[in-house]
């Protein structure tokens, strides 16, 4: 009986080993939508901007909050048409011109000048074209909606008009809608991965400065259909020249780190939540070198999903 034990003692330990040696689940994560379906997202940012021009220093803290309604219109072959609607806007601000603020859902009877681009958001709307890695296919309606937003400034002064409807442009144009919501949906990797397995992504972004993020996934849990991703990005320039801005011609010799969470619905694919802080430091070089002044942003992102 003794020899019996013994015998069976090894095997117990080899058969315990193998299960705690046994891979977990490989699952393949993508854009998932249901037609006919409806999906709200909020995305809220808050922005501290550190800057020093002509030797004055500028610190200004900004919070913007922007509603995302999508509808699916269609969903075929893996391909979704989609109607994006943006149906609330905040946005305040701290810095040497006073405090300001503005929200959609009270708006204050006099739009201050710098929150009437966000005010003219409100209630837009564009359509948009993914596939099931989350790239941007089409945007549409574009033109039709910075129109709208023009249209809807109301009683501002052609000056204000024209440096509004610029900015409009290179946030809201179609290869900057693109690069946003590539950067909101375009996170899957190529193939099935289990837990701790990475994958690398690359996306462009334009909010106010335009940056590249090559950011690396890392799958650090699966359970009851939820994926928990952990983000780790480096950021670049986004562009190689300078950028018109106000009328000036800015080159951007700028770098930076994010680090974040979140967490996916892995039968749709879409972040239910997601946190992240990021950090931005280095030059704003102005008409060829005629002005140089240092900067740094400090940005709070955190992204949920709404009833």
Known sequence: MTTLKRAGLPLLLLV???????????????????????YKMYNQIEQAVEQVVMGQE??????IGIGYRF??????????????????????????????????????????????????????????KLDAMGKVLDVGGVEDMIARMVEGLGQADAATRAQIEQSLRQQF????????????FAVYPEGEVAVGDTWTREVA?????????????????YEGGR???????????????????????????????????????????????AEARQEVAGDMIVNGGAMTWPLVFRTHTKLSMEE
């Open 227 to 273: 994926a928990t991703l952990e983000i780790e990005s480096q950021i670049r320039p986004g562009t190689d020249g300078p950028v018109n801005m106000g009328g000036m011609e800015i080159e951007f010799d700028i770098s930076g780190s994010q680090k974040g969470t979140a967490v996916m619905d892995a039968e749709t694919g879409l972040i239910l939540e």
């Open 58 to 63: 500028q610190n200004v803290k900004n919070q």
């Open 205 to 221: 972004v334009n909010a106010g400065l335009p940056l590249k993020l090559a950011s690396t996934y890392r799958l650090t849990a």
């Open 16 to 38: 315990l080993v193998a299960a705690t040696l046994t891979p977990e689940p490989a699952v393949r994560l993508r854009l998932n939508l249901k037609e006919g379906a409806s």
């Open 71 to 128: 509808d699916v219109l269609a969903a075929r072959d893996q391909v979704f048409d989609v109607k994006l609607t943006y149906y609330k806007v905040k946005f305040s601000q701290e810095g040497p011109m006073g405090t300001i603020s503005y929200d959609s859902e009270n708006p204050p009877e006099t739009v201050p000048p710098q929150a009437q681009g966000f005010a003219a958001l409100g209630g837009q709307s564009l359509t948009l």
């Open 173 to 184: 144009g179609r290869e900057a809608m693109s690069s946003q919501m590539e950067a909101m």
